[in-house]
């Protein structure tokens, strides 16, 4: 999966269990953001973070399943925190 269709997904999962009440979901400002959308970005950059965070445990295991470097973990979850905070409504 590319980081980009990661993000969507994650960003996605989040989405869902926002709930969906009226006084969630108003636009904030002249943008027409969502705050459930915001909010929703804003627990999956949260979980890439953590993600990140232990990378340094889980790279080896990364590495033997993919056969990439250690390092690969680490900066495709980056790849993946750029491309969440690129995604708009």
Do not use: H, R
Request: aromatic share 10%; charged share 30%; net charge negative.
């Amino acid at each position: 999966m590319t980081p980009k269709e990661k993000a969507m997904e994650l960003v996605d999962k989040f989405y869902q269990t926002t709930p969906n009440e009226s006084w969630i979901n108003q636009p904030i400002g002249l943008k027409k953001e969502y705050k459930a959308w915001e909010q929703s970005k804003q627990c999956a950059l949260i979980a890439v973070d953590e993600i990140i965070n232990i990378c340094p445990f889980i790279g080896i295991d990364f590495a033997k399943s993919e056969g990439a470097k250690e390092s690969d973990a680490k900066e495709y979850w980056q790849e993946v925190k750029q491309e969440i905070n690129q995604i708009n409504n």
